[in-house]
C-alpha cells in the first residue's frame, strides 16, 4: 500500500484530525501557479519528505476523454518541511520517470499527491484546469476533511503544516 498526501485546508484539517481524534496525516499537497501560469505542487510534511510526487486525472463525464496514466515526478533528496514543483517543467531535481504532463484538459479532473511508503497517508488533492485560473502565484488551492474547495495563503498553509512538527 502508498503513502499519499492530503490536500490543503491546513488548519481545518489539522483542527479536525485532532477534534475527531484521528491521526493527523505526514504531509499535505496543495496546487498553486506560479508567475506564467504553470501549476505547481505544494508539499508540507512532518516526518518523512516524500520520495515522489503521483498525477493522475479521471473524466469528468462519461463522454471524456479516458484516464491520464499516472505520471510519477521522482523528488531529489528533500530536506526541511516544504517543497514545490513545476508540474509542467520540474526542475532543482525533480525528475519526471514518465510521460510529461500538459495538464490543460478541461474534461479531467486532476489529482496529486507525494507519495512516501507510510500506508498511514490516503488522501489527494484535486483540481480543474478551471482552478488554476482564479489562482494567483502565493496561493495554494485544495479541500479540506468535508472536502469543500479551499484556496488559501502560501504561507498560511506552510506555517500551519510545519508548526504541527
Given at each position: 500500500m502508498r503513502g499519499r498526501w492530503i490536500g490543503l485546508g491546513a488548519a481545518a484539517i489539522l483542527a479536525a484530525g485532532a477534534l475527531s481524534g484521528c491521526a493527523r496525516p505526514s504531509g499535505y499537497t496543495g496546487i498553486s501557479v506560479d508567475e506564467s501560469g504553470d501549476p505547481v505542487a505544494i508539499l508540507a510534511w512532518c516526518g518523512r519528505p516524500p520520495k515522489q510526487i503521483v498525477v493522475t486525472g479521471e473524466p469528468v463525464s462519461d463522454d471524456a476523454p479516458a484516464n491520464l496514466?499516472?505520471?510519477?515526478?521522482?523528488?531529489?533528496?528533500?530536506?526541511?518541511h516544504t517543497a514545490e514543483v513545476n508540474l509542467r517543467h520540474p526542475d532543482g531535481g525533480w525528475v519526471i520517470t514518465n510521460d510529461?504532463?500538459?495538464?490543460?484538459?478541461?474534461?479531467l479532473?486532476?489529482?496529486?499527491?507525494?507519495?512516501?511508503?507510510?500506508?498511514?497517508?490516503?488522501t489527494e488533492g484535486?483540481?480543474?484546469?478551471?482552478?488554476?485560473?482564479?489562482?494567483s502565484p502565493g496561493e495554494v488551492f485544495g479541500q479540506d476533511?468535508?472536502?469543500?474547495?479551499?484556496?488559501?495563503?502560501?504561507?498560511?498553509f506552510e506555517n500551519a503544516v510545519t508548526s504541527q512538527c
Open positions: 496514466k499516472a505520471v510519477v515526478i521522482r523528488a531529489p533528496a528533500l530536506t526541511g510529461s504532463l500538459a495538464l490543460d484538459d478541461d474534461q479532473t486532476y489529482y496529486v499527491y507525494g507519495e512516501t511508503d507510510s500506508p498511514d497517508d490516503q484535486r483540481f480543474m484546469v478551471a482552478d488554476l485560473t482564479h489562482l476533511d468535508a472536502d469543500v474547495d479551499q484556496t488559501v495563503d502560501i504561507n498560511d
